[in-house]
């Protein structure tokens, strides 16, 4: 029971000299009710008997939207043939309604004695200002439901929505399958030479951007809706990160950009999973590399003094200017305004990113000024893999936080080395 109508109704006990006293809320599409009794009524009767009995008074208040006085009601015409009555031994009943501001009536004050009670027209005053009183607390009562049924609703139509996505995605993903083959084969079968070259590249190219979108919705629609799974098994962060370097290494040779990657895990081992993993690195380092026209991309790879694994994605591109920081992590939230024209992209790649690394019990922040560029920084709590063929070793983690290392530079012109 709420304390503040709990409250109210044991003023009303004491104030109208009665035995018990109840409040009834109208909470569509039921009523339903508070009850408090003095000591010694109690254990009086069973409590089905009282709520039955509350249940049919205060729908009679409810009912006329006014005051009404008993004062026997074992005599009175409204009462006398009702079957509690005289089962709950209560005599006489005195109910006032409780009005919102607006004047719709929202529920009743009432009180119950066990002795015939010619009530005043002062006791009704008295219970009339104590109905005013409940008005406030039966309207944050109202409120606070109201909330928690949004809340419901919102979390049933984002699960309906990221099933229906799913579902789309697989839709979509299927045509484009077939469409993806049938270009493979025809240029297995020599079709794609000629004027027809130009013409199959631009199909497998616009395909394979209709993909990565279906593929973004897919994978949003399945973390929201709980059905992504990670499996655990062994990789080499070092490895994965010179791949990310090197599949954006054509895109930064065209806009003179410089890579460099800072690896001090050399090649260590972990447990999680890998495509989840490089599927957040290539996302950050891919941004980094599109939005950055002059300067360089960086991965750092290392590790704190905790033993977590720390990846670093920087460059020295446009920056994120800082009233959209707060929201860069949201759904279909671009670096800014011309964006999604200037540089593609469906908005939903951090958005992705930030689940991804909260499943793994990770944590990524940013640091980002205009014009000077940004990093993005990743904590990952990541188990290393031991191998029961080494000997082990003194059981000290390491203690690597700073960038010991200098890192390697891969220039546009030189070669594919990256470490």
């Known amino acids: 029971m709420d304390q503040g109508i709990l409250n109210i109704i044991n003023l009303a006990i004491k104030t109208m000299n009665a035995q018990a006293a109840c409040v009834t809320i109208l909470e569509h599409p039921e009523m339903r009710t508070f009850s408090s009794q003095c000591e010694g009524v109690a254990n009086r009767l069973e409590d089905a008997t009282l709520t039955q009995l509350q249940y049919y008074l205060g729908g009679l208040v409810l009912s006329g939207a006014s005051v009404i ?13 009702h079957p509690h009555v005289r089962a709950s031994g209560f005599r006489s009943y005195i109910g006032v309604p ?32 104590l109905a005013f009183c409940l008005d406030a607390v039966i309207a944050a009562r ?19 929505r990221g099933g229906f996505l799913a579902h789309l995605s697989h839709e979509i993903r299927t045509p484009l399958t077939a469409i993806n083959g049938s270009i493979d084969l025809m240029r297995t079968f020599g079709l794609g030479k000629g004027d027809n070259a130009a013409l199959l590249d631009l199909l497998a190219s616009s395909t394979a951007r209709l993909m990565n979108v279906v593929n973004d919705f897919l994978e949003l629609a399945e973390l929201d809706a709980g059905l992504f799974t990670f499996a655990e098994e062994t990789f080499d962060l070092s490895d994965i990160g010179r791949s990310v370097v090197e599949a954006y290494r054509e895109l930064a040779d065209s806009k003179g950009l410089t890579l460099e990657f800072n690896d001090q895990l050399h090649g260590r081992l972990y447990m999680s999973d ?6 957040i690195l290539r996302t950050l380092f891919e941004n980094a590399v599109r939005f950055t026209d002059a300067g360089h991309a960086r991965i750092d790879l290392l590790e704190n003094r905790y033993g977590h694994v720390v990846i670093r994605v920087s460059d020295t591109g446009k920056g994120i200017p800082e009233d959209l920081q707060s929201t860069i992590f949201d759904e279909f939230e671009l670096a800014g305004p011309g964006s999604a024209r200037t540089y593609g992209g469906t908005g939903l790649g951090m958005a992705i990113v930030k689940r991804l690394v909260g499943q793994l019990g990770g944590e990524i922040s940013l640091d980002s000024h205009v014009g000077e560029g ?13 191998n029961a ?16 290392n200098p890192p390697v530079r891969l220039a546009a012109q030189q070669s594919p080395q990256t470490s």
Do not use: Y
């Open 274 to 279: 890998r495509r989840v993993i490089d599927s």
């Open 98 to 129: 409780i009005h919102r501001t607006s004047g719709e009536v929202v529920g009743a004050l009432c009180c119950l004695a066990l002795h015939p009670e010619p009530w005043t027209a002062a006791q009704v005053e008295i219970l009339g200002r």
């Open 142 to 160: 109202v409120h606070r439901m109201q909330e928690v049924k949004a809340r419901d609703k919102l979390l049933k139509l984002n699960t309906a």
């Open 374 to 386: 940004t990093t993005f920084s990743l904590v990952l709590p990541l188990r290393p893999h031991v």
């Open 69 to 81: 006085v008993i004062p026997d009601m074992f005599v009175d015409a409204m009462t006398r043939d």
């Open 389 to 404: 063929d080494l000997p082990p070793d003194d059981g000290l983690p390491a203690m690597r936080d700073g960038l010991d």
